[in-house]
C-alpha cells in the first residue's frame, strides 16, 4: 500500500520544501531575466530561502522564550534568528547597493535590460 | 694569486660581479662620452680577463674552490665553484671579451648603429651570465645564469629593431625559453626528487638511483633542455639569431651562448650523471646518433647556404654536436677533445664571425656568391677567414687538428666506427662548404655590382676599420697559437676526466 | 591551558573599521587619504607583531566580549592567517601611498573620500575574514569585504565600471549565500559554528548526506568568490574596469584571502577526516585548477587591453593556487601557500606598472602603448620584473613557487601534473612578451611624445613591491619555511 508514514514525514519537512522551492525559483529568476530589477528580486527571494532554511532548523519542538527560569527545561535556541537577522541585515544593505548601481546604470545607458547594455557595451571602444 | 688582498671566495664572486659593475658604468655614461664609454668596456674586459686567469693556476693544482651566494631555497643555495671545465669556459669567455669588445667598437662605429650603450650593457650583462655558467657549484646555479644569458641577449639579437630581428628574437627567446622551462627545469626537479642534491660532484649524483628507460628519458630532457647547444630539432634559434650585429653573432656563436650549451651538456654528462654510470648503462645510444646525425645535416644545409652568416650558423651547429659527439663517446680522451674543441671552435668560429662582419662593414657584401676577388681587397680579413676555416675542417696548424685529433682518438679507443665515419664524413663536408670561399676570393676576379644597386659604391673598398681588423687577425695568430700551445686546455680537459 | 586573549588581534580588525566612518566625515581628498595611509601603515604594523607572535606561541587568540569559545566569537590566528594577514596589511601599506595621485585622475574628485572609506572597509573585511575562528563571523567579514570591492570597482571612469561591479554583486552574493547555506548545514548537524569546534565534532558527522551537501555549497560559494574556472567569469570585467589602485590591491589581496577561506574549509574544518576519500573533490579541483591555467593564460595572449590581459593571467594563477591545495600534502599546500605570497608580490607590482603607465598616458590598449619602455623606463622596468616572474624565471618569485608545485607533483608521482604546469608558463612566455615586444620594440607615436615617468609617488611603491619581489625570488628560504610550517600546521591539526 501507499506508504503514508513516510508521506507524512516528508510533509512535516514543509519547510524545506519551500526552502527548495524558493532557492531555486531565486537562482532561476537571477540567471534567466534580463532585466536587473528582476535580477536583483530573484537574488533577494534567493537570500530568503537561506532565512526561511535557518529558521525552519532553529526551530526548537516546545522551547520557550530564551529567558532563565526556574522549572523550564526546553529553551528555544536564540542563536540561528541571531544569524538570520545579520544575514537580512547584509541582504538589504546588498539590495540597496545593488539599487544604487542599477540607478546609475540606467543614467549612463538608458536601459536596465542587460542583454541591451552587452550590445552596447560590445561596440564600445577599450579607454583606460 | 694576482690579488693578494683579495681572497678566494671574493675573487670568485668578483668574477662574475665585475662585468655587472663595467654594465652599470657604461649606463651611466651614455651616449654622453662615447669614448669614455668605450674605454671603461675595455679596462673591465680586461680586468675581468686577468681575475680569472688568476684562479687557473690553483684549479690545475687540484684545488676547488668554493663561494656560497646566497640560499635561494631551502638546502639549495646559488654555488660558484671553480673546476677544471669551468675554468675552461670563463678563460674563453673572458679572454675572446676583450678582443669582441675591440671588434664591438669599431663594427658599430663603423656602421653607425644605433643604440650603442644598451649593446654594451646588454654585453657585459651577457658575460657575467657566462662566467656564472662557468663557475656555477650546482645545477640551480646553472639554471639560473643560463636563463639570465637568455634573456640578456635578446636586446642583442633584436638589436636593429626592424621586423626580421624582431621575428628571429621570437624564435631564438621561444626556442630557448621552451626547452629551459619545459624540460630542462623538469629534468632539474626530477633529479632533485631522485637525489635531494643538485650539486655537481664527480662521479656524478645519480648513480644507482635512475635505470634503464628512465635514465634514457632523463638523459633525454637534458640534452633537449639545454637548447643552447643546438641538437638538432632544437638548432632553429640559431639561424634566427644571425639578424643581429655581427659582434653579437660573434659572441652568441662563439664565445658566450652557445658554448654554455656544450659546456652544460659536458658539465651535466660527467658531474651529473658520471661516465662510468652512463657506460654501463649503454643509454646514451640514442645521443650519439642524433649528435652523429646533427653534425651531417647541418653540414649538408650549411652547403646549400648563400648567406654567409647563415652558412657559418649551420657550420657551428654542426661543430656543436662535436663536442656532444665527443662527450657521447664517454671516453676520457675523447672528453678531453671535447673540452679541446670548445677553446678550438670558439677561436676559429670568432675569427669566421669576425670575417664576415668585416666583409659587410667594408664592402656591404652578405653573400658567398659576392665574395669573388674580395682577397685581393681584403687580405688580411680574407686570411684570417682561411686560418679559421682550416682550423673548422681541422687541418694543421690550426687548433681544430688537436681536438680533432683527441676525438677521433676516442673513437678510435672505444671502436666507435659511428663516431668514427661521421668525423670523416663531415670533415669532408666542411671543406666543401669553406674551401670553395677561400679559393674564389683569392683566385677569382671580383664582380662589379649593377649600377642602380644601392651599395654600388661600395664596391671600391678597402680593408675594414683598424679595430675590426686587429681583432680578426688577433683570433686568427689564436687559432695558430693554440695549435702549438695548447697546454691550458689540455692540462684543464684531462683534469676533468682524470681528477 | 586557555591561551591569553591578544588584543592585538581585535585591533587589526577594528582599526581600520573605526577609521572608515571618519573619512566619511572628513571629506576632503586628502585628509582622507591622509588618514587612510596612516590607518594602512598602523594596521601593517600590527600584523607583523602579530606574525611575531604567532612565530613565538604557535597562535594568538582573542576572545570577544570575553566569552571563551564556542560560545563566543573567537578569532585565532595560525601560521597560516599570520602569513595571509602580513600579505594582505603589507599590500594596503604600499598601495596607499600610491593611490594619492593614481586615484587623482581616475575617480571623480568629490568622491575620492569615499574611495579611501571603502578601502579601509574593504581592508577591514580582509582581514577579518584571516582571523576569524567563526564560521558565521567569517560570512559576515566577507560580505564587507565584498561589498565594499564591489563599491570599489563601480567608481572607475568607465560606464562599464558599473555593469561589471554589478555583475560581481550578483555572483559575489550568490557565492556568500551558497557559503551561509554550507554554514547552516553544518551548523544544523553539530551545533556550533566554531571552526576549532566544527573540526573536533565533524569525524562523528562526516559521512551524513548534509555535511556532503554542505561541503558541495562550501566549495562552489567560495569557488565563486575565488573566481576558480568555471566560475571566474565577474573577474576579467571587473579588474579591467575597476580603477587601477582598486585592481592592484583586489589582484593581490581579494583572491588570497578566498584561497585562505578554501585552506579553512578544507584541512581545518574538515582537517579531522580525510576529505578525499568520501568525496570526489581532489580531481574536481585540480581538473578546475588545470583549465583555469590553460584556459585562462591562452585568453590572456589574445588580449588587446594589458589590464584586462592581467586579468586573465591572475585567473591562471589563481588555478595555480588552487592545485597545489588540491594536492593536499605538504609540498603541495606550501606550494599553494607560496604562490599565494609570490602572485601578491608579482600581480601588485604589474597592475601598480600598469596604473602608473595609465596615470602618465590614459591608455591601456597594446596599440596605445607603443614604445612606452622608452618613455617610462622605470615603470616598464617594474613591469618586467613582474612579467618575468609570471613567466618563472631564476630570481623572480614566479621560480619559487614553480619549483614548489613541480616538486609536489613529483612527489605524488603526478609526471602529468608536473608537465602541464611547465607548460602553461610558456603560455605565460607569450602574453607577457606581446607586451614587452610593443613597450620596447616599437617607436613611441605622437600622442606618447610628451609622455615623462611616473611621479615619484607611485613609482616607489612599485619599485618597493618590485624590489620585494626581487629579494624574495632570491632568498626565498624565509617564507618557503614559513609557507612550509603553515602546511604543517594545516595538515597536522588546528
Known amino acids: ?128 | ?499 | 591551558m586557555i591561551p591569553e586573549s591578544d588584543p592585538w588581534l581585535i585591533l587589526l580588525v577594528v582599526v581600520p573599521l573605526l577609521a572608515a566612518p571618519v573619512c566619511v566625515l572628513l571629506r576632503s581628498a586628502g585628509g582622507a587619504w591622509s588618514l587612510a595611509t596612516a590607518v594602512s601603515w598602523a594596521v601593517f604594523a600590527i600584523a607583523l607583531k602579530l606574525m611575531d607572535t604567532v612565530m613565538e606561541h604557535g597562535q594568538a587568540v582573542y576572545r570577544i566580549g570575553g566569552w571563551d569559545a564556542p560560545w563566543g566569537i573567537e578569532y585565532v590566528l595560525d601560521p597560516v592567517g599570520a602569513f595571509v594577514v602580513v600579505i594582505v596589511a603589507a599590500i594596503g601599506a604600499i598601495i596607499l601611498p600610491y593611490a594619492k595621485r593614481s586615484v587623482e585622475k581616475e575617480i571623480r574628485r568629490d568622491r575620492i573620500y569615499l574611495f579611501y572609506t571603502m578601502l579601509l572597509l574593504c581592508l577591514s573585511g580582509l582581514l577579518g575574514i584571516t582571523v576569524t575562528g567563526d564560521a558565521f563571523n567569517l560570512f559576515v567579514f566577507l560580505e564587507i569585504s565584498s561589498l565594499s570591492s564591489y563599491v570599489l570597482i563601480s567608481l572607475g571612469n568607465d560606464r562599464r565600471a558599473l555593469t561589471a561591479s554589478f555583475r560581481y554583486l550578483i555572483m559575489g552574493t550568490i557565492g556568500a549565500t551558497f557559503y551561509i547555506i554550507g554554514v547552516g548545514l553544518m551548523y544544523q548537524v553539530t551545533g556550533t559554528l566554531n571552526i576549532a569546534d566544527l573540526k573536533t565534532i565533524m569525524p562523528a558527522v562526516e559521512d551524513t548526506r548534509t555535511i556532503h551537501a554542505a561541503l558541495a555549497f562550501l566549495t562552489v560559494g567560495i569557488s565563486l568568490k575565488l573566481a576558480l574556472f568555471p566560475l571566474h567569469m565577474w573577474l576579467p570585467n571587473a579588474y579591467t574596469f575597476a580603477p587601477s589602485v582598486v585592481t592592484a590591491f583586489l589582484a593581490a589581496t581579494a583572491t588570497k584571502v578566498s584561497a585562505y577561506i578554501l585552506l579553512r574549509i578544507m584541512f581545518t574544518v574538515f582537517g579531522a577526516v580525510d576529505l578525499f576519500e568520501s568525496f570526489p573533490l581532489q580531481p574536481v579541483l585540480i581538473i578546475m585548477a588545470l583549465a583555469a591555467m590553460f584556459l585562462a593564460s591562452l585568453s590572456a595572449i589574445w588580449q588587446e587591453n594589458v589590464k584586462r590581459m592581467m586579468a586573465y593571467s591572475s585567473i591562471a594563477q589563481i588555478g595555480y593556487i588552487v592545485l597545489g591545495i588540491a594536492l593536499a600534502t605538504e609540498a603541495g599546500i606550501t606550494g599553494g601557500v607560496i604562490h599565494m605570497f609570490n602572485h601578491a608580490l608579482m600581480k601588485g607590482t604589474a597592475f601598480m606598472a600598469i596604473g602608473a603607465v595609465v596615470y602618465a598616458t590614459g591608455a591601456v590598449t597594446l596599440k596605445d602603448l607603443e614604445g612606452i619602455g622608452k618613455r617610462m623606463p622605470m615603470t616598464m622596468a617594474a613591469f618586467v620584473i613582474a612579467g618575468l616572474g609570471l613567466i618563472g624565471v631564476p630570481l623572480t618569485p614566479g621560480f619559487v613557487s614553480k619549483w614548489q608545485l613541480v616538486s609536489a607533483s613529483l612527489e605524488v608521482d603526478m609526471w602529468p601534473l608536473a608537465a602541464l604546469i611547465l607548460l602553461s608558463s610558456l603560455l605565460a612566455v607569450m602574453y607577457i612578451w606581446r607586451v614587452f615586444e610593443v613597450a620596447y620594440l616599437r617607436q613611441p607615436q605622437t600622442p606618447l611624445q610628451n609622455t615623462r615617468e611616473a611621479p615619484l609617488s607611485m613609482l616607489l611603491p612599485t619599485w618597493v613591491l618590485a624590489a620585494l619581489a626581487i629579494y624574495f625570488g632570491a632568498n626565498a628560504t624565509f617564507t618557503l619555511d614559513l609557507a612550509h610550517a603553515a602546511a604543517q600546521q594545516l595538515m597536522g591539526g588546528y
Open chain 2, 1 to 499: 694569486m694576482l690579488f693578494s688582498y683579495l681572497s678566494e671566495a671574493q675573487a670568485i664572486q668578483l668574477a662574475v660581479i665585475l662585468p655587472l659593475i663595467g654594465g652599470l658604468l657604461v649606463m651611466w655614461m651614455g651616449e654622453r662620452n662615447r669614448n669614455l664609454r668605450e674605454t671603461v668596456s675595455l679596462v673591465t674586459a680586461v680586468a675581468e680577463f686577468i681575475l680569472v686567469a688568476s684562479l687557473t693556476s690553483e684549479v690545475l693544482d687540484g684545488a676547488r674552490p668554493s663561494v656560497d651566494l646566497f640560499t635561494m631555497l631551502p638546502g639549495l643555495a646559488v654555488t660558484l665553484t671553480v673546476e677544471p671545465l669551468g675554468q675552461l669556459f670563463a678563460l674563453i669567455a673572458s679572454g675572446l671579451w676583450i678582443i669582441n669588445t675591440v671588434y664591438s667598437i669599431g663594427y658599430m662605429r663603423g656602421n653607425k648603429e644605433g643604440n650603442q650603450t644598451r649593446f654594451y650593457v646588454c654585453f657585459t650583462i651577457a658575460i657575467s651570465a657566462a662566467v656564472g655558467i662557468a663557475y656555477a657549484g650546482n645545477l640551480l646555479t646553472l639554471f639560473l645564469f643560463y636563463e639570465v644569458l637568455t634573456i640578456s641577449t635578446y636586446p642583442l639579437v633584436t638589436h636593429s629593431g626592424k621586423p626580421e630581428a624582431i621575428r628571429g628574437g621570437r624564435v631564438y627567446l621561444g626556442i630557448l625559453m621552451a626547452t629551459s622551462i619545459g624540460f630542462l627545469f623538469l629534468a632539474m626537479l626530477w633529479t632533485y626528487n631522485l637525489t635531494g642534491t643538485l650539486d655537481f660532484v664527480e662521479g656524478g649524483i645519480l648513480a644507482g638511483q635512475v635505470q634503464g628507460p628512465e635514465l634514457a628519458v632523463l638523459l633525454l630532457l637534458y640534452m633537449y633542455g639545454i637548447g643552447k647547444a643546438a641538437l638538432m630539432p632544437v638548432h632553429r634559434w640559431l639561424p634566427a639569431a644571425m639578424v643581429a650585429p655581427t659582434p653579437v653573432s660573434a659572441l652568441l656563436h662563439a664565445v658566450a651562448v652557445v658554448k654554455a650549451g656544450v659546456f652544460s651538456v659536458v658539465k651535466v654528462v660527467v658531474y651529473i650523471f658520471g661516465l662510468d654510470m652512463l657506460n654501463t648503462a649503454h643509454s646514451d645510444d640514442w645521443l650519439l646518433f642524433i649528435a652523429g646525425f646533427t653534425i651531417i645535416a647541418a653540414s649538408i644545409i650549411a652547403l646549400r647556404q648563400d648567406n654567409l652568416k647563415r652558412r657559418l650558423a649551420y657550420s657551428t651547429v654542426s661543430q656543436l654536436s662535436y663536442v656532444i659527439l665527443a662527450t657521447a663517446i664517454l671516453a676520457p680522451i675523447s672528453i678531453v677533445g671535447a673540452v679541446m674543441h670548445i677553446a678550438a671552435h670558439a677561436f676559429g668560429k670568432i675569427t669566421l664571425f669576425f670575417a664576415a662582419g668585416s666583409i659587410y662593414t667594408a664592402a656591404h657584401k652578405t653573400e658567398v656568391s659576392q665574395l669573388d676577388g674580395i682577397g685581393k681587397r681584403m687580405p688580411f680579413t680574407m686570411a684570417a677567414f682561411g686560418i679559421g676555416a682550416l682550423s673548422m675542417i681541422g687541418i694543421p696548424p690550426t687548433a681544430g687538428f688537436i681536438s680533432k685529433w683527441y676525438i677521433l682518438s676516442g673513437a678510435l679507443e672505444t671502436g666507435e666506427a659511428f663516431a668514427i665515419l661521421i668525423i670523416v664524413a663531415s670533415t669532408l663536408l666542411n671543406a666543401g662548404y669553406f674551401l670553395p670561399i677561400v679559393y674564389a676570393a683569392f683566385f677569382k676576379e671580383q664582380k662589379p655590382r649593377p649600377e642602380d644597386d644601392p651599395y654600388h659604391k661600395y664596391d671600391n673598398h678597402g680593408e675594414a676599420p683598424v679595430a675590426v681588423v686587429l681583432a680578426l687577425c688577433f683570433t686568427a695568430l689564436g687559432t695558430i697559437l693554440l695549435f702549438f700551445f695548447p697546454d691550458v686546455p689540455l692540462a684543464l680537459g684531462r683534469a676533468l676526466v682524470g681528477g
Open chain 1, 1 to 128: 500500500m501507499f506508504d503514508w508514514s513516510s508521506l507524512k514525514d516528508y510533509a512535516g519537512l514543509l519547510n524545506y520544501w519551500v526552502v527548495i522551492v524558493l532557492m531555486m525559483s531565486g537562482f532561476y529568476v537571477v540567471i534567466a531575466q534580463h532585466n536587473m530589477i528582476k535580477k536583483i528580486v530573484g537574488l533577494n527571494i534567493f537570500q530568503v530561502s537561506v532565512f526561511v532554511f535557518y529558521i525552519s532548523m532553529g526551530k526548537v519542538d516546545g522551547g520557550s522564550a530564551p529567558i532563565l527560569k526556574d522549572g523550564i527545561d526546553v529553551y528555544s535556541n536564540p542563536l540561528p534568528h541571531v544569524l538570520i537577522l545579520t544575514a537580512i541585515v547584509v541582504g538589504v544593505a546588498t539590495t540597496a547597493l545593488a539599487l544604487a548601481l542599477v540607478v546609475r546604470i540606467n543614467h549612463s545607458y538608458g536601459t536596465i535590460e542587460e542583454d541591451e547594455i552587452q550590445a552596447i557595451e560590445h561596440d564600445e571602444e577599450d579607454i583606460a
